[in-house]
Each structure stands twice: as C-alpha cells, then as structure tokens.
C-alpha cells in the first residue's frame, strides 16, 4: 500500500481532505529550518538572560538544556502529525482531526492566545530596546515602524519573508559568533569569573522547583519552532521535511542557547546581586556583553536585540500567525473573510492585516503599563504550553487508539514525557497568567457551546461526518 507521500499529487495531497491548494508550494527544507531558526531567533536569551539567570539561581544553561529536552519532545509529537495531516493549521488540525473538530477548536483557540500576542510582545521588546539606544524617538512610534514594515513585507509574498529571513539570520549568527568570540577570549584573560560549570549545574543551589521555574521562562526562547506546521502548504517538499525541519531548528538554537547563556553567566558582574534582585531593567546581558567587549559590545548586542525581536522574529511570527487564523476560517471557525487569499501574491491578505492591528493596538496598550512584558510574556507561554499538551494526546490518540501503531516509542512514550514535563510547567506557571488563561479558554468554550446550540458544529472537510 502506497504511503501519503506517494500518494500526495500537485496540491500536496490537501484534495483528499476537501481542500483546494490556495498558496504557493516553493519552501524546500532549508527554507524551513531558517524560518525555524528566525522564529527562535538564535540571540533570544539576549532579551531574557536576567530573568532566567535570577529564576534559576545562576543555573541559565541547564534551564535551557532542559527546555531544550521538553521541545524536543513536543517536536517530535508535531512531525507525527504533521506526517499524518499535511496542511496549515498547527495544533488546531492537529487536534481536530486526531481527536474530533470541538477539540481542534478549542486547541485552536488556545494557540491563538500564543500567535495572537506573539507579535505585540516581539515589537514592544524591540520598541524599549530601540528607545534606549534613542531616546528622542518613542517607543510607540517604534511600534508602528516596526508593524508597517513588517506587514509590508508579508504582504509581497512568502517568497520574499524567506530571502529576508536568509540575510537577518546571517546578521544575528555574526553578532553571536563575535560575542562568544570575545566573551570566550575575555574570561581567558581573567575577566569575570573564569571558567566555571556553575552556570549548568551549581549543586549549592539545586533544586527542581527552581529550575523549572526558569524553565517556564526559558522556553519563550524556543517558542516559534511550531510555526513551521503552519507553512505546511507552501512547503514544495514531503511532509516529513516539516517534522525534520522542526527537530533540527530545535537543535541548532537550543545548542547556541546554552553555549551563549553559558558563556555570559560567567562575565555577569554581580551574578549574586543579579539572583537577588532580578533584572528589571533587563539589561544584565549587555552587562556581561559590556565587561567582556567595553560599552560597543554592549550596544551592539543591544541593538542586535531591538532588531532581531521587532523585524525578523516578528515578521515571521505575523505570518504563521495569519496561517492558523487562515486556516480556521477556512473551516469556517472564524469569520469567512480571514480565509481570503490575494490573487497574484498568494498570501491569506486579510489575515495578515488583521493580525497587524491587532499586534499595533496590543503593543502601544501594553507599552503604557510597567507589566506589560511580563504579562504577554506569561499569557504567550501559557497558551502555548496548553495547546501542546493536546497536541500530545492527539498522537496518542490518533495513532495508538485509532491507528493501532505498535511504535511505542513514538506514538506513545515520548508523548507521554512530553505531556508530564509541560503539565508540570503550566502548573508552575505565574498566577495572573493561570487566571488569564483559563479566562481565554472559558471565552473559547462559551463559543464553542453556542456553536453546538445552533447547530453549528465546528467541522473539518474530509471527516467523515463533518463534510459540509
């Protein structure tokens, strides 16, 4: 019997699930795994280092190892899937047609809570950091630059977001490469601490509760490598170049997570004040940047940042974004209008002018409240961590229950893994982002049981007792 690979004809195999192909195949693997790459952005810790040195009592590169693992895991859950299902959608398909379409909304509906406000949160980093370097420019004047240019940007094309993406991650791995360059040669010559295995594991202040708790923090870091589903029908290659493209992104960045964390904690100036008081200003890597490099290290690592976060990471993050809100309206789980594509430049274009207005008016209500980093931060990962919790029942449940597979170790072991460390990471999670989230979630039910009161079951085409 011929595999969905063999079986999959010019639209990607999306006709044998009641789909037309509406976008543009042309994203091979490398495509992929740089959109994954850019999504992470390889110089995350830059923005976060203070917040997950102080939560994890110094140990940053473990926290990191181990969000590393926990991703890896979820990866792993989304290649099952996304070898079973090849089409946009994320956790929203995934879900709905692993386990049943209410499902896949309400997963739906959770990962928006992510996508959503992933973008807000990426242009409200960015605009302080670029106010601190220019002040005489505001922060919500950042906010509308960095929205307009990446809006427009989307707009011409999923061709053109990948040869942008291409030239800023050349940009950041440069950056990176001369940090720990210097860092490196700077703890060589007596500066900081010295070389010291503290930062992976410091048996003096060990213990779980504590690094999980960085963990929960850490992993904003790795959120983004689950994008890559959502191109899942422009990608030109089999599906298993998603699953593939997912494990390696996850790789590659958790490796330059914990060698650049690693090296910083040891040039932190005062690593036992910076555990004490945290690091509000969020300025503590550019500290470390500043003892081993002078003040021009520090500035570029900190603009580096404010550009990374605002153009790169963000433009990506605003695509995928519009991909899931495309997708579900195409099933018509939300409105009609967000599944419209453009005709010459294939792009979900209402979509992605939503998710702009949305990420605009978000960021400038946000930059005018001292929380406004730590909430979206805390909500982000909180949706997020929810949605994959599904998604890993949904292997389970598509492959073991339905599918009867005897690949334990796939469809049954690591999912199971993969739950407990992320259930143990929402349990542990801040309080107003618990709140907040189960309030998400009871909007989403809400909706959910008016649609069942009228009639209106949320549907998938291709299921059998779905089909319009």
Known sequence: MLGLEERMGEDG????????????????????????LIFMV?????GIFGSVFAGSGGMIALAYAIGMLAM??????????AKAFPMAGSVYTYAGRGIASPVGFLSGWMILLDYVLVPS????????AMNSLLPAIPVWLWLVAFVVLNTAVNF???????????????AQLAILAIFIVIGVVALTQGKGRGFSFAPLFDGGNFSWTLVFGAVSIAVLSFLGFDGISTLAEENRDSARAIGRSMIAALLVTGVLFIVQTWVAALLVPDPAGLI??????????????????GGWLAVLTAAATAVSWGFANSLVAQAATSRLLYAMARDRQLPRFLAKVHPTRKVPVNATLLVAGVSLALGLYMQTRDDGITLLSSLVNFGAMTAFLVLHVSVVVHYVVRSRSRDWCKHLIAPAIG????????INAKVAAQALGFVWLGIGAVILVGLLATGRRPALAGIEGDDK
């Open 156 to 170: 011409l094309g999923i061709e053109m977001t990948a040869k942008v993406n291409r030239v800023m991650l050349v």
């Open 419 to 426: 739950f407990a460390i992320l259930a143990y990471v929402v």
């Open 276 to 293: 004490a008081n945290g690091d509000a200003a969020g300025t503590s890597f550019y500290d470390a940047a500043r003892v081993a490099g």
């Open 42 to 46: 390889p110089i995350a810790p830059f």
């Open 13 to 36: 195999g999306l006709g044998r699930y009641g789909y037309t192909q509406e976008l543009r195949r042309t994203l091979g693997f490398r495509d992929l795994l740089v959109y994954g």
């Open 121 to 128: 949160l990426l242009y409200l980093i960015a605009g302080i």
């Open 72 to 81: 890896l895991f979820t990866a792993n859950s989304y290649a099952q899937m």
